[in-house]
T-cell receptor
Framework: EDKVVQSPLSLVVHEGDTVTLNCSYE??????LLWYKQEKKAPTFLFML????IEKKSGRLSSILDKKELFSILNITATQTGDSAVYLC?????????????FGKGTLLTVNP | GAVVSQHPSWVICKSGTSVKIECRSL??????MFWYRQFPKQSLMLMAT?????????EQGVEKDKFLINHASLTLSTLTVTSAHPEDSSFYIC????????FGPGTRLTVL
């Protein structure tokens, strides 16, 4: 059974801080790892990672994957209060439907002014 | 970008009634749609995978007779919670897949 573990489960920081969120996984025939941001409604897509060592970047957010050690990190620099959300990590393997995702429990990030 | 809608966005119902939730892919055809449930402060739990024109595949522990899924077209899947009980109160989210999964805005169900 595919498994995703995120840490920490929650994190409180001040605006301007840099945070690193962790995601480790076990999956049958890894296809991709995805990061989502969830505020009050459904998750919004951030990144999809398929190859080790290649950083994906979007503004103040960046992410990288290590397929050997089976983990990924999501970095947020110069955090803002609008970054407060639950950040979800999900993996896709080859078992079952081609699109099936297994989610971690998420990291609740709170950015205080 | 791909847009997925859900209707209703929230619903309150009495115990014992049935509730239908619709999931539509607005600008693409989705051969596969997924239904998730999310309890407060918990992650998304996959309930079932819905394929157009065939029976849904349910995850272990999800009662197929209680959560009826119909995927009649490439743009519409429905989830019906039958004989709802208070413990079914949750946030239900669908997603539709073409190259990736795109999530709908979710439906908050409260069963009194």
């Amino acid at each position: 059974e595919d498994k995703v573990v995120q840490s920490p489960l929650s994190l409180v920081v001040h605006e301007g801080d840099t945070v690193t969120l962790n995601c480790s996984y076990e999956v049958t025939n890894f296809r991709s790892l995805l990061w989502y941001k969830q505020e009050k409604k459904a998750p919004t897509f951030l990144f999809m990672l398929t190859s080790s060592g290649i950083e994906k970047k979007s503004g103040r957010l960046s992410s990288i994957l290590d397929k050997k050690e089976l983990f990924s990190i999501l970095n947020i620099t110069a955090t803002q209060t609008g970054d407060s959300a639950v950040y979800l990590c999900a993996v896709r393997g080859s078992g079952g439907s081609n699109y099936k995702l297994t989610f971690g429990k998420g990291t609740l990030l709170t950015v205080n002014p | 970008g791909a847009v997925v809608s859900q209707h209703p966005s929230w619903v309150i119902c009495k115990s014992g009634t049935s509730v239908k939730i619709e999931c539509r892919s607005l600008d693409f055809q989705a051969t596969t749609m997924f239904w998730y449930r999310q309890f407060p402060k918990q992650s998304l739990m996959l309930m079932a995978t819905s394929n157009e024109g065939s029976k849904a595949t349910y995850e272990q522990g999800v009662e197929k007779d209680k959560f009826l899924i119909n995927h009649a077209s490439l743009t519409l899947s429905t989830l019906t919670v039958t004989s709802a009980h208070p413990e079914d109160s949750s946030f239900y989210i669908c997603s539709a897949a073409d190259t990736e999964q795109f999530f709908g805005p979710g439906t908050r169900l409260t069963v009194l």
